[in-house]
Structures are given as structure tokens and as C-alpha cells.
């Protein structure tokens, strides 16, 4: 709770936490500083990174009349690859939007998943099919044509985890050193079943072989996603994210005085060492002062942050962060001289040589601009890509041709006419086995500064996106909190199990209450 000795509320308070946040040349303004204090102007906030977390907090703050400054490393807030999905779970992101007045997605997507061999899965539309009990709807609808029943079977006893998974701190640290290939195995999945599905999906959701996730992040995404029928459905932005979402959301922002400030880089802090609450951020030549402190980067952004930060340096927490693994991403974006039959707009692919999951999108049925094209856009993103980083542009393509030629043979005969290649090193985060305890919190131990982000621990539920925006709501009720003024933002909770499913929890939480009362309890591994 804020209280009378919080940093920014002190009576005495240097260096003036109320005052504005300036631009200057940094050593000017340090000499200006504690000369100011306007005790009737609004609070400062400042908010770093301008992805899905760091608007969701400068929209809260905003809204609740604090004085706003969104810093962003780019030209362009935008999310950097274009087609990514919206997942029926992602309540909050779909009220935001209703609330924009946008009509920006798709209709609901079908999915294939094509391995070496061919195509391997279907996946229709499940709110469009009977409702089953959950999960079995996300069993029996996806079309099979190679899988045999009985290796699709044998992942019926991985419900037991998915249920025992409740998201708590317990169990992240109990499932978190164990890797997703040893959950699989100890819960009797066939082999089949483990290379040519569970292997990659949990690549396509967690952007690492199995083998490299802990089992704690694939239980998350696997309940996330499978807890409902219908969770597994998703939409498409009919063209990029950053045109049709973030301008009109920013605009917004900016007619209710956010001040954007474009190509602005955080490198360091500054500390109030009486006060033990970070006073400024520098970005570079300037200093931006404010009373609390959101940041909303990515694992890698942060840790080239720490890494030349002696503030942050001082603090465990942040030292934690360097420990974390991120891995590389590669997006092509290809033009082709003719038309190519894409059976579906979304496509999981995965080589078993190499056991890396891609995925590929048909952009014709998906973005508004190339729907009457007469010949094929797409869009393939490669994770894991340390070993295409180094490649020339032409080479990657080349790549990518030979990959999508394995799914869909009609690539052979197509020409591409134009490329795009994007190189996104240590883009994505890593929840390699042992890593959440080195995961930030949403509150740190400066009391003005808290994180938010796709990345850090948090209770929600939520994955990817959706877990971004409410890690950047939860930051923003942090600040309110901390400063003692506004309205909390209402955060719209992930939907209820169902009654089976909750039955069967309390059940398993019985079961793990007693067993914890065992004297033997504590003696296994
Ligand atoms: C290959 C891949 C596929 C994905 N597919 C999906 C999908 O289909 N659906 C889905 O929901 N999610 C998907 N995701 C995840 C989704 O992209 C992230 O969850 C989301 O973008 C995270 O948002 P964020 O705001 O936490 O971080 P980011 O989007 O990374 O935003 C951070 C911002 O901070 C800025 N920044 C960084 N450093 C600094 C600095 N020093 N100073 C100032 N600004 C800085 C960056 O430029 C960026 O704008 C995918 C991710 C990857 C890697």
C-alpha cells in the first residue's frame, strides 16, 4: 500500500518528485532538478517500451489523469511481425479493441500442422463444432489423417498435470525443472504422439524444443489454451498490428495527453539513495525524471540494460534476469509470381531433422491488402534461427523455399518476386527448465519501479499477448497503489473451469494437502 513514506509522496521529498519530466542535456538538468517541486501538478509516470504491456499501462495511467511519458526505442510503436494470433481467451485485448471502435480481426482461423510426411493435422473451428466436455473437444475435432488413435490416446493421463497445474507459485516451482519431454515421458505419451505433435507444439507456443522448456511454462500454455473448446480458436489482424491496433490506440492516448517520445532508448538509472527509489532513467543524453517508474521490455532489452546499469546491478532480482535464455527469431515475407493453393491461413510446420517448429500464413486470406492479389503473399517466421542469423537474405529464402516446398509441393513451381527478411536476435524468451526463479516479479524492490511484460511472473493465467496487456494493467494498478491516487484497472480474469474440471481440482488439491502431511513427504525427489 502507498504510504507517507513512499518515495514519491514525501513532504521533503528530493529530488522533487512531483516536478516535471524534462528533456535536457543530462548535466543541465541535473543542476535544475531539486530546485523544482509542483506540488499541484498531476504525477509523473514514465512508461518504457511501447509494445502490448507498456500501452496497457499508459492507457490505465493516462485515463486516470496522471502526466504520461511512453518512451520507445523505434520510429514506430509497432508489433514487429505482422500476423500473430488472437486467441479466444484473450478477453481483455478484445474489449480493448471494442472499446477503440476498430473492427480490425479476421474471422475465426482453421489451423494445419504439416509434419515431413505431410500433413499431419487439420484443426477446424471448435466453437463451430458439438461443445464436449473440456478437453475432449480439443481431442476428438482436429482431423488426424496419419496419427493412429491409439498414440493420440496415450495423452489422455497428461490431464493429471494439466490439472495439478494450478498457476500457483507451488507448483511452477514443482513442475519448472523438469523439461517438457520428461512430463510427456512420465505420463506414458507414445512416442509418435511426442515427435509429430507435442514436440511441435510445445515449439510453436514456447519458441524451444521440448527438451529445452520446463514443463511448468508447457502446463501453462497447455491449460491456457485447452482449458475450453473453443480457447484454441484465434483471428488474424486483417493487415499489420501496428497500423490497424497501435495507431488509433496511440492517437487516442495522445488526444488525452500522453507524450510519446519516438527513438528514445532507456540505458541507465538513477537512484535517490536516501530515498532508495530510482529517481530518473537516462536515455542516453537525456533524463527523464518522474515520481514511478513502469518498464515493459523484453528479457534481452532488459538484460543489455542491466548490464551497464550499476543501479540495477545492485539488486539480486535484476541480476536473476541475466540468466535468463532468449533465442533468435527469422521472419521472412515473400511475394511469389503466381498463385499457390494454401489449404488454410494459419500452418505449424516441423522438420523432424532438425526438430525446429515454423510456422507460415497465408497473407491473401488474412490482410485486407492483398486479398484480390492473383498471386501468393506469405509469411513464415522461424524461431530458434541462430543458424539462419548469419545467412545472406537470398539464402534464407532459399531456406524457406525448400521448407514450404516439403508442405506444399506447388511451391516448387513459383517464383519469388520480392523478399523481406527480418533478423530478430534474442527476440523471444527462453522458459528453459530452472528458469523462473530467476523470472522477474511485477513489483520490484524499488518501491517507484515496476515491470511488466510477456515474460514475468504473474497469476493471471493468460499467455503471449493477452499476458502482455495484463501484466501492463497490473503495472499500472501497482503505480496507482504506490502513488495513492486513481481508480484500479478492472482486470477481466481468465473464464472459470468447468464444473468437471474444478471438481477434479479440489479433488487433487485434497490429495496434495494430505500428502503433504505425510512424513515421508519431503523425503522423495
Ligand atoms: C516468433 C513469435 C511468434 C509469436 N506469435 C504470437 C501469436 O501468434 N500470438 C500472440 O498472442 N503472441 C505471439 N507472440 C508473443 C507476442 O509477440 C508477445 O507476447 C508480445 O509482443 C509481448 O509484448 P510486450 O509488450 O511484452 O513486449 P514487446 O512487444 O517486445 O515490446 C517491448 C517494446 O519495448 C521497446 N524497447 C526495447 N528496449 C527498449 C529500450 N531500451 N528503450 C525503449 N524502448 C525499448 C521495443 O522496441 C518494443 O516496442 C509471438 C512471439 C514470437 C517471438
Known amino acids: 500500500m502507498w504510504t507517507s513514506t513512499s518515495c514519491g509522496t514525501r513532504a521533503t521529498g528530493f529530488p522533487a518528485p512531483s516536478s516535471a519530466i524534462r528533456r535536457r542535456p543530462r548535466r543541465i538538468f541535473r543542476a535544475e532538478v531539486s530546485l523544482s517541486h509542483e506540488a499541484t501538478q498531476p504525477k509523473k509516470v514514465v512508461v518504457v517500451g511501447a509494445g502490448w504491456a507498456g500501452l496497457a499501462s499508459a492507457h490505465h495511467l493516462i485515463n486516470q489523469g496522471f502526466d504520461v511519458t511512453l518512451l520507445h526505442d523505434g520510429s514506430e510503436p509497432t508489433e514487429e511481425v505482422t500476423s500473430r494470433g488472437f486467441w479466444y481467451p484473450y478477453r481483455n485485448i478484445f474489449s480493448l479493441v471494442d472499446g477503440l471502435g476498430t473492427k ?48 493420440r490416446l496415450t495423452s489422455l493421463p497428461l490431464i493429471a498435470a494439466v490439472i495439478d497445474f494450478d498457476n500457483t507459485d507451488t507448483v511452477w516451482r514443482k513442475y519448472d525443472t523438469m523439461t517438457a519431454r520428461e512430463l510427456f515421458k512420465q505420463y506414458g505419451c507414445s512416442q509418435r504422439l511426442y515427435q509429430e505433435v507435442l514436440q511441435p507444439a510445445v515449439q510453436a507456443s514456447l519458441f524451444a524444443p521440448a527438451e529445452q522448456s520446463s514443463a511448468a511454462a508447457t502446463l501453462g500454455v497447455l491449460y491456457y489454451y485447452l482449458s475450453h473448446q473453443q480457447n484454441f480458436d484465434f483471428v488474424f489482424c486483417r493487415g499489420e498490428v501496428g497500423v490497424k491496433i497501435f495507431t488509433p490506440w496511440i492517437e487516442s492516448l495522445e488526444s488525452k495527453g500522453l507524450k510519446l517520445l519516438k527513438n528514445s532508448t532507456l540505458t541507465d538509472m538513477n537512484l535517490n539513495e536516501d530515498m532508495g527509489c530510482i529517481s530518473q532513467i537516462v536515455c542516453g543524453g537525456y533524463v527523464y525524471e518522474a515520481d514511478a517508474f513502469v518498464l515493459a521490455l523484453g528479457a534481452s532489452s532488459l538484460q543489455s540494460i542491466i548490464q551497464s546499469s550499476h543501479v540495477l546491478q545492485s539488486r539480486q532480482e535484476f541480476l536473476n534476469v541475466l540468466k535468463l535464455s532468449t533465442s533468435d527469431v527469422v521472419y521472412v515475407k515473400l511475394w511469389f509470381d503466381k498463385k499457390v493453393n494454401i489449404p488454410n491461413a494459419a500452418n505449424v510446420c516441423c522438420d523432424f531433422d532438425d526438430s525446429i517448429a515454423w510456422t507460415f500464413y497465408d497473407l491473401n486470406s488474412v490482410y485486407d491488402e492483398y486479398k484480390d492479389e492473383t498471386s501468393t503473399v506469405l509469411e513464415a517466421e522461424f524461431p530458434c534461427a541462430s543458424d539462419l542469423l548469419p545467412l545472406k537474405d537470398e539464402q534464407i529464402v532459399a531456406v524457406a523455399i525448400a521448407k514450404l516446398t516439403k508442405c506444399i509441393q506447388e511451391f516448387e513451381d513459383a ?34 519501479l515496476f515491470m511488466a511484460g510477456d515474460w514475468i511472473v504473474n497469476r493471471h ?28 484497472a478492472k482486470i477481466i480474469s481468465v473464464e472459470e473451469d468447468e464444473a468437471h474440471i474444478e471438481a477434479l481440482r479440489s479433488l487433487n488439491r485434497r490429495a496434495n494437502e494430505l500428502f503433504t502431511q505425510l512424513p515421508i513427504s519431503e523425503f522423495f525427489l
Open 461 to 488: 493465467g493468460s499467455w503471449s499477448k493477452e499476458k502482455a496487456y495484463v501484466t501492463g494493467l497490473e503495472a499500472a494498478n501497482r503505480v496507482v497503489d504506490y502513488l495513492g491516487e486513481g481508480e484500479f
Open 415 to 448: 517464383k519469388v518476386v520480392q523478399h523481406k527478411v527480418i533478423r530478430r536476435p534474442k527476440s523471444a524468451i527462453q522458459f528453459s527448465p530452472g528458469s523462473y526463479r530467476y523470472m522477474i516479479r511485477g513489483a520490484t524492490s524499488f518501491p517507484n
Open 104 to 151: 480490425p480481426f479476421t474471422k475465426w482461423i482453421k489451423a494445419s500442422y504439416f509434419s515431413p510426411e505431410g500433413l499431419e493435422v487439420n484443426f477446424p473451428v471448435f466453437q463451430d463444432q458439438p461443445k464436449l466436455p473440456a478437453p475432449l473437444g480439443a481431442l476428438a475435432y482436429p482431423q488426424f489423417p496419419r496419427l493412429p488413435l491409439v498414440d
